[in-house]
């Protein structure tokens, strides 16, 4: 197999060691600049409470392997999992409303779960202040992950099956050749590796700087102590770190609890952020203890004191107690709170698997060792991908700032619209001047602004017809969302609208190479044109879906490929490389153009008589079929002009360089006024892509739905060989699926769903919904979910949605125009 190096052994090196094992690969060496009995990173003096149920599907699964395998992980008939469940306690009214929605993730996710009363609280953790709960959520599965001595037993397991272990040996450099990592330099010489995955923890960014990667996480120190003993838990534990009470999150006031024997141990996110740098940290030292490792800092009791003062109301037994011990121990923090987990954009064979908790640990490192095995992880992990980020995001400022915040709001109640505070107007598109004109609303992605509706829109609001007038909103969907939304969907669907494509993503592809490389990537036959544009998924070489594309042949060797995000442009870039160096003859180059140009999406039944009054090029279905691209003029702007609508309706995707932007803007603006033109935002589009069934790539397909599953098979050629995935798509043609993405609608006509919420079918959770909006057109709640094969159109189904069920009907896709007669006008 591989030489692989693995640089660190916390919890995630010394895993990833093992699953790489028990896969068969034998060549590993572990290299650990502090002394293996007691590395002194972040898993040195871990606490370990493992809390599995995340808003995210992913990390409630890494964590659910996690758990299983430290319960698998055994030595003196004593495990590394103490299973003493966890619960958090709701001492809001904002908090206790916001346990149902989690409690519907559980669900979602299956991971059990239960509710619970102030009394049965109470009776759950005796210590509780009965005064100060309003309820709880309790995971019986949940627990606390011996994480030192998990780390000991996997070494010596490793160890055993030929697992090199260099300890007190810093990697200070990492050796490549022709684009390739070769090996890791050590003050004792080299070690050679076709493989090198860095799992140094919060010190990646040193390690990434060896390569000039940039890696987005900032270590925080973060504040633990340890009471003195609490006289009502005497005798309750025999071992001096033994827990039996369920670990607590109170939220609330950024505090945790679990017990360590009869003392109570205490973690506090609620104190100012307080960055370090692992460079400023020095050598770690031989003799590391519990007491001195690097990732220990000295307690600044004054930081603590309101934890202390709450912890003590909270937990009166603690009045009875002084702080016996607490210390600063560093761990990392990123922009979106996610892993860093992935391959080097640039250097092949460099991986790294970093800000990672002890939570998510062996499920990342499996995920690690099956994407070096075999390509595929079973848990989709674009989420926590280290190419996720946009370049503004790797800035040390940018990471700085959103890590310190993320740090503050770990516990917080965040609605998936919430925006950021700051950084904010990082990029804007050159419509910019004229969206703050019409009272945009702003929302922010990749840094990027966003309008999700026009306040000027509200004028609108009084001619609005009663079927398209929406239902009121309980609050929690009401937030960043607007009646104005029905407005901007209406008269996308009865006059014309102007949409901000900007934000979308689009790459240059170019050279005699260009079109081999989509070819062989693309499940779709991308090689018509010039002129042709077509849509195609990218597959895993498992036939799961990794991608989706809008692919514009504009000249013979030049495509404009509309990708959903940077981890499909570092896939499009390294693919290209290797397509260089295999056959220089038939180069390729991949540029992101999405800054240097911008889009306006302009669409609806009226898009004809605006578009024709600006130009004189020929727009026609003759001049311009569904689903080609030309370049044009307009107003003597020149555009790259798509035949495409993601809404559903007649229209175009107009694009051109940023400098003409806001002419083109302008002029279209004035064309459309006597057709009602009006600016519309991110809410209807979503909507109205919903009611016309658009879906695309992580928002209702990823890794872990193949074509099939999908209802894709339209983006696939027949006939088609030798495409990544092929084979294995094959396979599983031959195959009937086991489950299919459907579509449904909520029978009420007011109800909104947002996503993740359980869906149960025969009284049992058959699904999550995948996305949800409300559909202005047809008037109800438009919902997608994979759903077994067994459910069928016109079956009903109950939504939980904050622990009250809807109930919803399947019904055939699309819900709007399902023969697309209004694309053509
Ligand atoms: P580490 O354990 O830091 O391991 C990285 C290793 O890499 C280190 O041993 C280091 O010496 C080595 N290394 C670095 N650079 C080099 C180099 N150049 N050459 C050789 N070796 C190198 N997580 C939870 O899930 N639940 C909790 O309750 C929890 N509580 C926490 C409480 C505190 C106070 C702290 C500080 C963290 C807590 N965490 C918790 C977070 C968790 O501890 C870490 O996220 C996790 O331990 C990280 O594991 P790791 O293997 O990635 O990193």
Known sequence: SSRVVIIGAGIVGANLADELVTRGWNNITVVEQGPLSMPGGSTSHAPGLVFQTNVLKTMSLLATYTVDKLLSLEKDGQSCFNQVGGLEIATTPARHHDLKRKYGWAKSWGIPARLLSPQECLKMHPMLNKEKVLSGLYTPTDGLALAARAVQLLIARTRKAGVRYLELTPVTGIEQSDGHVTGVKTPNGTVAADIVVSCAGFWGVEVGAMIGLPIPLLPLAHQYVKTTAVPSLAGRNTQPNGASLPMLRHQDQDLYYREHGDQVGIGYYGHRPMPVTAASLGPTPKDVNEKKMPSRLEFTPEDFAPGWKESREMLPALQETEIADGFNGIFSFTPDGGPIVGQSPTLDGFWVAEAVWVTHSAGIARAVAELLTTGKSQIDITECELSRFEEVQLAPSYVNETSQQNFVEVYDIMHPLEPKQSPRNLRVSPFYTRQLELGAFFLETGGWERPHWFEVNAALLNDLPASWKPGERDAWSARYWSPIVAVEAWKTRTAVAMYDLTPFRRVEMFGPGA?????????????????????????????????????????????QVGVNNAVDQTYLAREARHQTKRNPNRWVQVRDITGATCGIGLWGPHAWDVLSSATADDFTDKGLPYSCVKRATIAGIPVTALRLSW??????????????????????????????????????????????????????????????????????????????????????????????????????????????????????????????????????????????????????????YFNQRVTATVVPWPVVDPQGHRLHG
């Open 515 to 559: 079109v081999d490389v989509l070819q062989r990537l693309s499940t779709n036959d991308v090689s018509s044109g010039p002129g042709a544009v077509t849509y195609t998924l990218l597959l895993n070489d498992h036939a799961g879906i990794r991608s989706d594309l809008v692919v514009a042949r504009i000249e013979e060797d030049l495509f």
């Open 647 to 800: 809404v559903g309706e007649l229209g175009w995707e107009l694009y051109t360089t940023a400098d003409n932007g806001q002419r083109l803007w302008d002029v279209i603006w004035q064309a459309g006024q006597p057709c009602g033109v009006v600016a519309a935002g991110r809410s209807a589009f979503h909507s109205l892509r919903l009611e016309k069934r658009n879906i695309s790539y992580y928002n209702e397909m990823t890794t872990e739905h193949d074509p099939y599953e999908a209802g894709l098979e339209s983006a696939i050629k027949v006939g088609k060989k030798g495409f990544v995935g092929q084979d294995a798509l094959e396979q599983r043609a031959k195959k009937p699926v086991s489950r299919r993405l459907r579509c449904f609608t909520v029978d009420d006509g007011t109800s909104v769903l947002l996503n993740k919420e359980p869906i149960f079918h025969d009284g049992l959770v058959k699904g999550y919904v995948k996305n949800a909006a409300f559909g202005y057109t047809v008037g109800k709640t438009v919902a997608f979910s994979y759903l077994p094969i067994s459910v069928s159109e016109g079956d009903t189904l109950e939504i939980e």
